[in-house]
């Protein structure tokens, strides 16, 4: 059965891409493939950084729906994404996610654990009413925005799109679709050939505040 994410070495970056249907929704089967790849990028030495990227233009990632009866099944998803988003951004090398489309609930939080954001002018970020992020995806929020907005982004299921992502600092760059990729390897590139010190430290330090900041929330 094909995964539902892959990964490539492009030079000394490992490009992550998301593939699950049309919709990208994050359910066990992404998410154990997802979990599986970063454990594989993990054991190549020469990588230096990771891109995050959709196959679909239009979609980064996005809740999968839960069926009535599907309850016990949305637990196990749940833990599953809580590993997942650790995994992520305890990693030791930059991560950017290239944002090209909705990226909502658990699609939102995947792009919360990279270190970067850049995103297509489509782009739009937020939780689906009646959702709850992890802890971990809340304190990211919370570290970007403050606790006052992110509550509003959580609570009311607020949609935010590209350009007030931008000015909140969820996003770093927005760019047209076809530079996206382009834009996120160099920056990749030129994070990953930074004083490995100088980054770790950097690294740290923010992995620090998520973990301190998801005890408190």
Known sequence: MPR??????????????????????VNQPFLRDFHQCLFEIEKQEQVKAIVVRSSQEKVFATTGLVKRG????????????????KKLALMPYPTIAIVSGIALGAGFELALACDLRIANESARFGFLNGT????????????????SRAKEVMWFGQTIDASEACRLGIVNRILPTHQLMD???????AAGAQHEKLFKA????WQKVILEEQKSY
């Open 4 to 25: 539902t994410v892959n990964w490539e070495l492009q030079g000394r970056v490992a490009t992550l891409q998301l593939g699950n249907s049309l919709t990208n929704a």
């Open 70 to 85: 599907e309850e016990k099944e949305s637990d196990k998803n749940r833990n599953l994404l809580y590993d997942v988003l």
């Open 132 to 147: 709850c992020p992890t802890t971990i995806g809340a304190a990211a929020l919370i570290d970007l925005i403050g606790h």
């Open 183 to 189: 834009e996120g390897l160099e920056m990749a590139f």
């Open 202 to 205: 950097g690294k740290q330090l």
